[in-house]
Nanobody
């Protein structure tokens, strides 16, 4: 059984930083595309960043240059380092995983991510 558990959310002031973590278990039949999504109140779920095999990353334009996705396979953990936070980054953040048997940037559509965490809230005040 696959489980994804996020942590690291919280409240920060504009310009601050947070690092989100997603500890996963059960992702044994890889390789996988892993990624981060977020959903602000009243808005659609937005893909932020994806990672494949520590080599292929993608970022949404809204976070490019400010957020960094990484993973530690020894700890079965996925991270999202978020710098330069603004109130527009306020949202519930989710990690997700999907089988991706290619050595190429992730091209999994949102609806095809098979595994999701429960989310962690990030609130940025001005």
């Amino acid at each position: 059984q696959v489980q994804l558990v996020e942590s690291g959310g919280g409240s920060v002031q504009s310009g601050g930083s947070l690092r989100l973590s997603c500890v996963h278990s059960g992702l044994t039949h890889g390789p996988y595309c892993v990624g981060w999504y977020r959903q602000a109140p009243g808005k659609v779920l937005e893909g932020i960043a994806t990672l494949v095999s520590d080599a292929w990353t993608t970022y949404a334009d809204s976070v490019k240059g400010r957020f960094t996705i990484s993973q530690d396979n020894a700890k079965s953990a996925l991270y999202l380092q978020m710098n330069g936070l603004t109130p527009e980054d306020t949202a519930m953040y989710y990690c997700a995983a999907a089988p991706w048997p290619f050595q190429a940037p992730c091209a999994v559509h949102r609806q095809d991510f098979k595994y999701w965490g429960q989310g962690t809230q990030v609130t940025v005040s001005s």
